[in-house]
Each structure stands twice: as C-alpha cells, then as structure tokens.
C-alpha cells in the first residue's frame, strides 16, 4: 500500500489569512509558496479566517479541520483522527 504524504494546517485567525494573500499576490519570480515550499515533504493547507475564537472555529470551521487530518494508523495513515 503506498504511503501518502503527511497533511499540515495552517489554521489561525486574519494573521494566517493575509499569510495566504500575499503569497497569492506575490510574483512567480518571489519564490512564495501556498505550500512553503515542502510538496516534496507534506502537504500543506492554509487557512485563516479574522475573528476567530476557538469555539467559533469549532462551530464553522470543523469541516475544514477534519478534511486534513490524517487518516488513523489503522486505515494505513499516520494519524489519531478526528470525530
């Protein structure tokens, strides 16, 4: 079975989400990378949305959470899961 890649979130508040603009508004010759540059090592998912509390995260953002969590040991990742 082949082994996928581990899985990073970047999760935070408005300070991520402008993290995620300005790699998207930087030129191609800058070098920014939505996925710092490590798609040889993980894979990598950013997202940052202002205002953000821990409990509203949990109310409007779990979804996006448990998309990239990795798969638990027992389904060949490398992972707890989440529920």
């Known amino acids: ?8 979130l970047v999760l935070g508040h408005s300070f991520v989400r402008r993290i995620g603009e300005f790699i998207d508004s930087s030129r191609a010759e800058d070098r920014y990378s939505r ?15 202002g205002g953000r509390t821990v409990d509203r995260m949990i109310k409007l953002d779990l979804e ?20």
């Open 1 to 8: 079975m082949a082994t996928s890649k581990p899985r990073a």
């Open 35 to 49: 996925d710092f540059n490590l798609s040889n090592v993980c894979d990598v998912e950013i997202c940052g949305v």
């Open 64 to 83: 996006k959470i448990k998309s990239t969590a990795p798969p638990p040991p027992e389904c060949g990742g490398f992972g707890v899961g989440v529920k």
